[in-house]
């Protein structure tokens, strides 16, 4: 059974520190996903990785994947306000259903 | 459509009556996915639609949780007999295919009284 673990799952940080939010998953997958929510708000997606190694950036976010460590990295780098929302990674399974973390709570003081 | 559409927004029930969530995917995609969300908690997968087809409803809880996709786009999700244990946020996502990128709506916040 596929079973995805994040961490951590509350993360309070200063605006401009650099951070990272790990993502472990137990099986072998295909796919991984980050998605963004806000509060009150529905599920936004920000990468799609698909190969071990594969490195995606937007602005000051950037995910990783590491296939052999069934491992996904999402880091930020210099914190800004606006990044505060929960962040979610999911796995594809077998049926091609995403698995989810708990998500990771990120609040950003200004 | 934009984008997903869900209705209703908000559904207050009784316990033990039965209610219907709409879904409205993104114009021609293919694959369709139901998920329910707690308040605090990452989506749990419910069941999964290509075309009209339901390819995987392991998700789904008990025989009262049931899913149609009669044409291939819009899509139900009905829970019969409600109970208090039922009350989530349901959400429900489209892909142009399987294992692509899946794009959500806003969801259906069900609160079972």
């Known amino acids: 059974e596929l079973k995805v673990e994040q961490n951590p799952l509350f993360l309070s940080m200063q605006e401009g520190k650099n951070y990272t939010i790990y993502c472990n998953y137990s099986?072998?997958?295909?796919?991984l996903y980050w998605y963004r929510q806000d509060p009150g708000k529905s599920l936004e997606s920000l990468f799609v990785?698909?190969?071990n190694g594969a490195v995606k950036q937007e602005g000051r976010l950037m995910a990783s994947l590491d296939t052999k460590a069934r491992l996904s990295t999402l880091h930020i780098t210099a914190a800004v306000h606006d990044l505060s929302a929960t962040y979610f990674c999911?796995?594809?399974?077998?049926?091609?259903?995403?698995?989810w973390g708990a998500g990771t709570k990120l609040i950003i003081k200004p | 459509g934009a984008g997903v559409s869900q209705s209703p927004r908000y559904k207050v029930t009784k316990r033990g009556q039965d209610v219907a969530l709409r879904c409205d995917p993104i114009?021609?995609?293919?694959?369709l996915y139901w998920y329910r969300q707690a308040l605090g908690q990452g989506p749990e997968f419910l069941t999964y639609?290509?075309?009209?087809?339901?390819?995987?409803k392991s998700g789904l809880p008990n025989d009262r949780f049931s899913a149609e996709r009669p044409e291939g786009s819009i899509s139900t999700l009905t829970i019969q007999r409600t109970e208090q244990r039922d009350s989530a946020m349901y959400r429900c996502?489209?892909?142009?295919?399987?294992?692509?990128?899946?794009?959500f709506g806003q969801g259906t916040r069900l609160t079972v009284v």
């Open positions: 999911a796995v594809e399974g077998s049926n091609y259903q995403l698995i």
């Open positions: 990785l698909l190969s």
């Open positions: 639609f290509n075309y009209e087809a339901q390819q995987d």
């Open positions: 114009s021609g995609h293919v694959s």
């Open positions: 099986t072998t997958s295909d796919r």
């Open positions: 996502a489209s892909s142009s295919t399987v294992n692509t990128e899946a794009f």
